[in-house]
T-cell receptor, first 115, second 110 residues
């Protein structure tokens, strides 16, 4: 079956613009995670969903960042008034359920560049 | 101090060498992942372990919960093993989110 997919693969935008990044998890996976990876760093947690609800959004850096998962499948990460510091690779992962024993499967990421 | 530390940060090896990458963590965990990331590519999960040792092909992962330490070994290394290897932990009490190390960049030359 298909793995986790993310679109677009690359996004270049100007400072101050609004962007949306999409994640399609593996079919049947109820848990979905967003991470951000800056150049030369390991990924950092942003938010995770169990079903439709955001179970933990403690990693979102500020209120310019928001994510939704309205039907419990596809998720969209939304960034308002983008800043140059938002440039990073945004990674999505999914797992069958949340919890320590369920493996997370990662998508290829979206590389966001804010000029 | 990062909660997850990896060493070395960079590693160059010749084809055929035995490679060890280390991961130390300072928090209680429910599981530890070893992940592989190729340049420009996504992340692939190699292992998830909570105790003992796992082996897959030329890769071996071990964990010592008491010492809060894990190692990833690659036997008979090959240039296609060149990638960034990342250790990530699931902290106890934080459900599912992963806390990552900064990665070890491995280059295997002919």
């Amino acid at each position: 079956g298909a793995g986790v997919s993310q679109t677009p693969s690359n996004k270049v935008t100007e400072k101050g613009k609004y962007v949306e990044l999409r994640c399609d998890p593996i079919s049947g996976h109820t848990a979905l995670y967003w991470y951000r990876q800056s150049l030369g760093q390991g990924p950092e947690f942003l938010i995770y969903f169990q079903g439709t609800g955001a179970a933990d959004d403690s990693g979102l850096p500020n209120d310019r960042f928001f994510a939704v998962r309205p039907e419990g499948s596809v998720s969209t990460l939304k960034i308002q008034r983008t800043e140059r510091g938002d440039s990073a690779v945004y990674l999505c992962a999914s797992s069958f359920q949340a919890g320590g024993l369920y493996e997370q499967f990662f998508g290829p990421g979206t590389r966001l560049t804010v000029l | 101090k990062n909660e997850v530390e990896q060493s070395p940060q960079n590693l160059t090896a010749q084809e055929g060498e035995f490679i060890t990458i280390n991961c130390s963590y300072s928090v209680g965990i429910s599981a530890l992942h070893w992940l592989q990331q190729h340049p420009g590519g996504g992340i692939v999960s190699l292992f998830m372990l909570s105790s003992g040792k796992k082996k897959h092909g030329r890769l071996i992962a071990t964990i010592n919960i008491q010492e809060k330490h894990s190692s990833l070994h690659i036997t008979a290394s090959h240039p296609r093993d060149s990638a960034v290897y990342i250790c990530a932990v699931k902290r106890v009490g934080t459900a599912s989110k992963l806390t990552f190390g900064t990665g070890t960049r491995l280059q295997v030359t002919l």
